[in-house]
């Protein structure tokens, strides 16, 4: 059965760093495009990150880019990386692994609605 977990989630001060994983197992996800969102207290869920299959690919929600980078590694189960810099208040929320198998290995989405597996979130907390 497909699942992810995300797990690295904890709280951090202003401007400090968190790496948020994401396991992936049950399927082959080498071969899926992985994407990480968040969602803040009354909030929707919004799009952090995405990355292609073949991991040449990706794309950042604009409050985010410059300070975090998305990686994957694929070697045995796959593993989806969120490295997260120079972190704010406003990053607060819970993040969420997702991913959709694509026929095109280039092909990155950063649409929720484009993906079918999700994970059971990690929070995020960056306060003083």
């Known amino acids: 059965q497909a699942q992810l977990v995300e797990s690295g989630g904890g709280s951090v001060q202003p401007g400090g760093s968190l790496r948020l994983s994401c396991a992936a197992s049950?399927?082959?996800?080498?071969?899926?495009?992985m994407g990480w969102f968040r969602q803040a207290p009354g909030k929707d869920r919004e799009f952090v990150a995405t990355?292609?299959?073949?991991?040449?690919?990706?794309?950042y929600a604009d409050d985010v880019k410059g300070r975090v980078t998305i990686s994957r590694d694929d070697a045995k189960n796959t593993m989806v990386y969120l490295q997260m810099n120079s972190l704010k208040p406003e990053d607060t929320a819970v993040y969420y692994c997702?991913?959709?198998?694509?026929?095109?290995?280039?092909?990155?989405?950063?649409?929720?609605?484009?993906?079918?597996?999700w994970g059971q979130g990690t929070q995020v907390t960056v306060s003083s």
């Open positions: 997702a991913a959709r198998w694509l026929l095109d290995p280039r092909q990155i989405l950063n649409g929720d609605f484009q993906y079918d597996y």
């Open positions: 049950g399927r082959t996800f080498s071969n899926y495009a």
């Open positions: 990355i292609s299959s073949n991991g040449e690919n990706t794309d």
